[in-house]
DNA sequence: CGTGTGACTCAGT
DNA sequence: GACTGAGCCACAC
């Protein structure tokens, strides 16, 4: 295939991928922006997915699994601190405001796992 | 259609 | 390890 496939571009999808990406996050595992932002298509959409993030309020989109890079917490609607505290419901170790162990549970999928939109 | 904003990231100090 | 400055993208107004 000399045509490399892309996602469509099309403007308010990015948001609906972005979700998509999150809620393929398995429990236990945390991933950042930029590694949900390149799944999402856009490696250097980092900034609009925190921004997606903000508005999402889904229930079914475990936004508490997205964390910024080296393991910083970053934000969360209605406070960082219960960010922390879910994570640490999953059996994720916590800091003051980073997560230990972010290597490890850094939820890195592999092209080969079969994954795509 | 232009501007501002943000749950970011990287590199340098 | 922490702070600063600069770069970046999508979305709301």
């Given amino acids: 295939m000399p045509k490399a496939q892309r996602p469509k571009p099309n403007a308010g999808s990015f948001r609906i991928r972005v979700l998509a990406v999150v809620r393929r996050i398995p429990p236990g595992r945390v991933a950042t922006y930029g590694d949900v932002a390149a799944l999402a298509g856009r490696p250097r959409a980092w900034r609009a997915v925190g921004n997606i993030m903000r508005d999402c309020h889904d229930p079914a989109t475990p ?46 999928p592999k092209k080969t796992s079969g994954f795509r939109l």
């Fill in 63 to 108: 936004c508490h699994r997205v964390v910024g890079a080296a393991g910083a917490l970053g934000g969360y609607g209605g406070g960082v601190q219960l960010k922390r505290e879910r994570l640490r419901a999953e059996g994720i170790e916590v800091g003051a405001a980073r997560i230990r162990r972010f290597p490890e549970i850094r939820w890195t």
